[in-house]
């Protein structure tokens, strides 16, 4: 696991001249489920939705980051991504291997609310980070069409940032 620290994604870290590593987002996901959980239309399971967040990028440690911007690496992320999860959660003892292939099935299905909370998260984190660094990736409108679906439970589109209507704090 400690690899996923050297996995590098394309979002600017605010409180340093770097980008955010896969292990970073997921701490990040996880503390926003912990703060913002109260503002899911559905209740949720926190617990269980942290859960989902601190491993769902796991498998990038063989597959890789894949932008969310990016559509042609987007093409085959969900093979390599399969891939990378065969080979990664077997490593684990069976029950515990299974538990995690469930979980990150989850997350990738969205079939829960606990999942779609997490997803919504999960693209609403790098636009934050974007848009308090004043640019960068997340700048501009192709990732309106990216805004957490509001079956994700998450009313927080609202605030313009994901959909691109606010502005940076001068």
Not at 19 to 32: Q, V
Not at 64 to 82: C, F, H, K, M, W
Not at 134 to 157: F, Y
Request: a negative charge; one cysteine or more.
């Amino acid at each position: 696991m400690d690899k996923l620290k050297t996995v590098l994604r394309q979002s600017p870290l605010i409180a340093a001249d770097r980008r955010e590593n896969d292990a970073e987002h997921s701490w990040h996901l996880a503390m926003m489920v912990v703060i913002l959980a109260e503002h899911s239309d559905r209740p949720i399971d926190a617990g269980h939705t942290i859960q989902l967040v601190l491993l769902h990028d796991l498998v990038e440690i063989y597959a890789g980051d894949t932008p969310l911007y990016d559509s042609d690496a987007g093409i085959d992320q969900r093979e390599r991504e399969v891939v990378a999860a065969d080979e990664l959660f077997t490593l684990l003892p069976t029950d515990q291997a299974q538990r995690m292939r469930t979980l990150w099935d989850e997350f990738e299905e969205r079939r829960t609310p606990e999942a779609k909370f997490a997803k919504a998260m999960d693209r609403l984190q790098p636009l934050l980070l974007n848009w308090m660094a004043r640019g960068g990736v997340a700048h501009s409108r192709r990732h309106r069409r990216r805004c957490p679906s509001p079956q994700g439970g998450n009313r927080l589109c609202l605030f313009g940032v994901v959909e691109g209507r606010a502005t940076p704090h001068r």
